[in-house]
């Protein structure tokens, strides 16, 4: 049995991380999950985490590590990512995301 890859890219702004996520996807063949993305995805499928992001996003306020978390563990369960892979980019930020 064949695992899928996980990987997780990091790097300072501006460091070329988005070039390289298009490299890997291509290559691998992974899911290209950024927080940004999976962020407004979840708000706008109306989960529980979504809509909790959504309002930390509407007072542009920055969104709790909990609820990051909450976002990228959901994400990762749904199918795509068991089959494919996944390449997290912008995921852990912070120690507590880690």
Not at 18 to 28: F, S
Not at 60 to 66: A, H, I, R, S
Not at 77 to 86: R, T, V
Request: glycine residues 12%; aromatic residues 4%; charged residues 25%.
């Amino acid at each position: 049995l064949k695992m899928a890859p996980k990987i997780i890219i990091a790097g300072a702004p501006a460091s070329g991380k988005g070039t390289q996520c298009e490299l890997i996807k291509e290559k691998y063949g992974v899911v290209h999950l950024s927080t940004g993305d999976m962020l407004r995805a979840a708000a706008a499928a109306g989960t529980e985490v979504g809509l909790k992001a959504q309002e930390f996003m509407n007072e542009g306020k920055l969104v709790t590590d909990e609820i990051i978390i909450g976002v990228v563990k959901e994400r990762l369960a749904q199918d795509d990512c068991s089959e494919k892979g996944w390449l997290l980019d912008g995921f852990p930020r912070t120690r507590a995301q880690a």
